[in-house]
């Protein structure tokens, strides 16, 4: 089936260092996946970060990167030094045509904890 | 100005008991969806609608129902809570064209004892 996978639950970084945060993924059943990363800050709802609707490309948002990996079935989100606002839950999400229909598959998140 | 708010925010319900939660969108938006997040999963489907008075099963529709009687509300019924039903319940919108960038609620956690 159709489905995401983050390995870390939770992630602390010390302000200023260099964060990855991984995600991989199944596309069984939709042939050309769209990619993003949803990201909930405390207190709010869930936030588009960004979205990658075609493999090989980056996406970018607030210092956050993420490159769609056909070949590893991969979208990492990297950011070079993050910051303590940064502290959220990140989760990885694909969607597109095919048997899931056009909904949105989350992956179970990852909470960001930076370090003062 | 939050565009998509929930209430309650937090809800105790006894087991058996009927529980209510609502949504509503000020992003004029025809796609409405209510998730449950569990520990250890995502978020998941359980209802959603892309138009009033009209809900379509999701992926986890069992115990729920849903009713939109608004474009701008949308409501999710547990006629009998359920231990297993205690989780964080999101409710999302979006436009027709763009249904994969959804805006979501702050949530509501409800706890059936």
């Known amino acids: 089936g159709d489905s995401v996978t983050q390995t870390e639950g939770q992630v602390t970084v010390s302000e200023s260092k260099s964060l990855i945060i991984n995600c991989t993924y199944s596309?069984?059943?939709?042939?050309?996946?769209?990619l993003f990363w949803y990201v909930r800050y405390p207190g709010e709802g869930l936030q588009l970060l960004l979205k990658?609707?075609?493999?090989?490309q980056k996406g970018s948002s607030r210092g956050f990167e993420a490159t769609y990996n056909k070949e590893t079935t991969s979208f990492h989100l990297q950011k070079a030094s993050v910051q303590e606002s940064d502290s959220a839950v990140y989760y990885c999400?694909?969607?597109?045509?095919?048997?899931?229909?056009?909904?949105?598959?989350f992956g179970t998140g990852t909470l960001l904890s930076v370090k003062p | 100005e939050a565009a998509v708010t929930q209430s309650p925010r937090s809800k105790v319900a006894v087991t058996g008991g009927k529980v209510t939660l609502s949504c509503h969108q000020t992003?004029?938006?025809?796609?409405m969806y209510w998730y449950r997040q569990d520990t250890g999963h995502g978020l998941r489907l359980i209802h959603y609608s892309y138009v009033a008075d009209s809900t379509e099963k999701g992926d986890i529709p069992d115990g729920y129902k849903a009713s939109r009687p608004s474009q701008e509300n949308f409501s999710l019924i547990l006629e009998l809570a359920s231990l297993s039903q205690t989780a964080v319940y999101f409710c999302?919108?979006?436009?027709?064209?763009?249904?994969?960038?959804?805006?979501f609620g702050p949530g509501t956690r409800l706890l059936v004892l």
């Open positions: 596309a069984t059943s939709i042939a050309y996946p769209n």
């Open positions: 999302a919108s979006s436009d027709r064209i763009n249904q994969d960038t959804q805006y």
């Open positions: 999400a694909l969607s597109g045509y095919g048997g899931s229909g056009n909904k949105l598959i």
């Open positions: 990658v609707i075609t493999a090989g």
């Open positions: 992003n004029n938006h025809d796609y």
